[in-house]
């Protein structure tokens, strides 16, 4: 089984509706993220999460909002959702630094979201 | 504010031979992580090799090595022996020590020919 599921897959919806993307982990890290791709932009910080009572905004937070459910949930709200909002969404979790060493982050498969 | 840059938008190599993918970085921090990312087809996003600043070995994974030139903030991937499978978008990464988000650039697109 995958480590960091996210779901749906792909989702299409129309402009104005909520919409909530889901994300779960089974590698036990404290810390998860999500970012937005954009054709041509790379990937961009949304929100991140060090643990369940910490929450902060990252490069691109206007229009979202995110829940920590628990340690392995990490789930990002669309309030209302709008056509440039289309994209594609990555969940990532890291582990803690260890004695200088990362292991950098690890990301789920991604959810395609196109808003009409 | 760090940027990443990814002067190459398109690669081509042919199965076998060596590519090198270029990345450069602008950051006052001494110390910091870079990664390459792997985004083929699928669109899974997966680590291919990692670098800590602070370490003047470059980093090698089987047929993937950087070279890191710490002074010129430069930080190229070099794919030995291309493989089909090796096709994909690549994306450099760049992170502060006490940071925790990943900088990404723009991205790599690399075709691997038989």
């Given at each position: 089984d995958a480590d960091v599921t996210q779901t749906p897959r792909n989702r299409i919806t129309k402009t104005g509706k909520r919409i909530m993307l889901e994300c779960s982990q089974?590698?036990?890290?404290d810390r998860m993220y999500w970012y937005r791709q954009d054709p041509g932009l790379g990937l961009r910080l949304i929100y991140y999460s060090f643990d369940v009572k910490d929450i902060n905004k990252g490069e691109i937070s206007d229009g979202y909002s995110v829940s920590?459910?628990?340690?392995?949930k990490f789930s990002l709200s669309l309030e209302s959702a709008i056509p440039n909002q289309t994209a594609l969404y990555f969940c990532a979790t890291s582990d803690l630094d260890v004695g200088g060493l990362t292991q950098g982050q690890f990301f789920g498969p991604g959810t395609r979201l196109t808003v009409l | 504010a760090q940027t990443v840059t990814q002067s190459q938008p398109e690669m081509s190599v042919q199965e076998a031979e060596t590519v090198t993918l270029s990345c450069t970085y602008d950051t006052s921090e001494s110390d910091y992580y870079l990664f390459w990312y792997k985004q083929p087809p699928s669109r899974q996003m997966i680590l291919v090799i990692r670098q800590e600043a602070y370490k003047q070995q470059n980093a090698t994974e089987n047929r993937f090595s950087v070279n890191f030139q710490k002074a010129a903030k430069s930080f190229s991937l070099k794919i030995s022996?291309?493989?089909?499978?090796?096709a994909a978008m690549y994306f450099c990464a760049y992170r502060m020590n006490s940071g925790y988000a990943l900088n990404f650039g723009k991205g790599t697109s690399l075709l691997v020919t038989p």
């Open positions: 089974t590698k036990g890290h920590r459910q628990a340690q392995a | 022996d291309s493989q089909l499978g090796d």
